[in-house]
């Protein structure tokens, strides 16, 4: 464990932890994959172990009635089928698990506007506590946007723990390379992750999702394996300027942006081949990614590259070729790079069960450190749990 630097940490850590539990965490991202799940013990404060994970895909026609709702709000048509097939297979990879004392559900997040209707993650964890006969924590985020944040990315205060467990002595930087990127600048130097300059955390902008859409409507694949069709490709750098220019640049951090945001860019490599195409739009996350970078308050020492995005050997090229820094996979410090998300909402079920924040100005610009999500017990049944 890393002991505090002089004048930084401390500051702000609320009392001793209580004892550690193992959490489940599952999540189900923006790249419309499949339900991640994993186990972590963790008081909250701590990444004490890691434990099993196991991963559930969505078929084809599962991925469709999710996908049919995405941008819809609550009582919208189709909102209720993608619920159904969400509660579904969160049921069915979470049922496979012993000896789980919580469970941190995301849901599935169909739209996010938090300037406006705010956030929706659909999925109801009520119902998967009386299910499963676990507390569960779930809509880790709209308490985040009703104070005025962002809801996203709610990743970095994980991050901040995963920093310290790994021995990281200077700011590093994370990067989750899903449907959107999104960022996390961390001084593990400070112990707690809402202290002021422990944290800053932003979406980049697109990253899996328009090489997904592409593939899926020009040749009706779901991914570009690898990043096979991109590397045989030439990006168009007038595209890779002309998404620059998109107004989400222009913002400064703490910011977050739909999956959708972007999807004009499906349009911007209409007249490409499709292996320019790809190239383009793997370039286009990677310039996004270091026009990020250039908010960080202070150099890195390098990258960790989490998400299927770190499989695309075209995107992970394009980092190489746009930082400074090493670029590499999570898994060069020991972390698993596909279900980090996962273990991340077990680390923040504890924390809320606990009464902690799980995000703060310098993650989502939340005015103050706030704790999210609801409790849901079982009531038909006893709970296993302990919280």
């Not at 992970?316 to 898994?331: C, I, Q, S």
């Amino acid at each position: 464990m890393l002991k505090s630097a002089p004048g930084i940490a401390g500051a702000g850590v609320k009392g001793k932890s209580a004892a550690p539990i193992w959490a489940l965490g599952a999540m189900s991202g923006t790249s419309l994959d499949g339900v991640d799940a994993a186990m972590v013990l963790t008081d909250g404060h701590e990444v004490l172990d890691f434990g099993p994970t196991a991963f559930r895909p969505y078929s084809a026609a599962e991925r469709e009635v999710i996908r049919a709702a995405l941008g819809c709000w609550p009582g919208d048509p189709g909102v209720d089928a993608a619920a159904e097939v969400v509660e579904a297979a969160h049921l069915e990879v979470l049922s496979r698990f012993q000896g789980v004392d919580l469970v941190g559900f995301h849901g599935q997040t169909l739209a996010h506007d938090p300037r406006g209707r705010g956030t929706h993650q659909t999925g109801d964890g009520a119902l998967l506590a009386e299910a499963l006969g676990l507390p569960v924590v779930w809509d880790f985020r709209s308490a985040d946007v009703k104070l005025g944040g962002q809801g996203a990315p709610l990743v970095p205060f994980f991050h901040h723990a995963l920093a310290r467990r790994i021995g990281q002595a200077s700011p590093v930087a994370f990067l989750n390379l899903g449907g959107v990127g999104n960022l996390t600048w961390v001084d593990p130097r400070f112990v707690d992750p809402a202290a002021a300059g422990a944290l800053l955390a932003f979406d980049t902008g697109p990253a899996n999702a328009p090489i997904d859409d592409l593939l899926l409507a020009r040749r009706g694949h779901a991914l570009d394996e690898g990043g096979a069709l991109a590397l045989t490709g030439r990006a168009d750098q007038q595209v890779v300027e002309a998404l620059l220019n998109h107004r989400h640049f222009a913002r400064m951090p703490p910011k977050s942006v739909d999956r959708n945001a972007f999807h004009v860019l499906l349009d911007m490599v209409q007249p490409l081949s499709d292996a320019d195409a790809a190239a383009t739009l793997a370039a286009c996350a990677a310039a996004a990614v270091a026009r990020g970078a250039e908010h960080f308050p202070s150099p890195i020492s390098h990258l960790l590259v989490s998400g299927g995005g770190r499989h695309n050997a075209a995107i992970m090229g394009e980092l190489a070729g746009r930082l400074a820094v090493p670029v590499v996979a999570v898994e060069t410090a020991g972390l698993n790079g596909d279900m980090l998300e996962a273990q991340a909402f077990a680390f923040l079920a504890v924390r809320v069960a606990r009464g902690l924040p799980t995000s703060a100005p310098g993650t989502t610009g939340v005015p103050a450190a706030v704790g999210g999500g609801q409790l849901s017990r079982p009531e038909t049944r006893s709970s296993m749990g302990r919280v």
